[in-house]
């Protein structure tokens, strides 16, 4: 059974950061490309940050650029998304993903059931 269980949002003020953990199992993650994407009340489902097999090379959301960082342990089955300076506009559910091929539109083989991030003072 495939799961991708995320942790770690919660309130956070303007300014502060959080790290969202995703630890997985079910399938062989060394071999899919994970993602961080991220859904606020009436908006679509967007990109945040996506991160190759190996954790060579990894893409962001120009919105998050240089204050989000998305890391992988391939050990643990886990994927990380370091979240630094956040903005009230970043409040929304973040889910993890596994791709198969990283790409601006990746097609998600599997979802986690999200975390909620809400940023405010």
């Known amino acids: 059974q495939v799961q991708l269980v995320e942790s770690g949002g919660g309130l956070v003020q303007p300014g502060g950061s959080l790290r969202l953990s995703c630890v997985t199992s079910?399938?062989?993650?060394?071999?899919?490309?994970m993602t961080w994407y991220r859904q606020a009340p009436g908006k679509e489902r967007e990109l945040v940050a996506g991160?190759?097999?190996?954790?060579?090379?990894?893409n962001y959301a120009d919105s998050v650029k240089g204050r989000f960082t998305i890391s992988r342990d391939n050990a643990k089955n886990t994927v990380l998304l370091q979240m630094n300076s956040l903005k009230p506009e970043d409040t929304a559910v973040y889910y993890c993903?596994?791709?198969?091929?990283?790409?601006?539109?990746?097609?998600?083989?599997?979802w986690g059931q999200g975390t909620q991030v809400t940023v405010s003072s």
């Open positions: 993903s596994a791709v198969r091929i990283l790409t601006m539109t990746p097609t998600v083989d599997y």
């Open positions: 991160i190759t097999r190996t954790g060579s090379s990894s």
């Open positions: 079910g399938f062989t993650f060394s071999t899919y490309a």
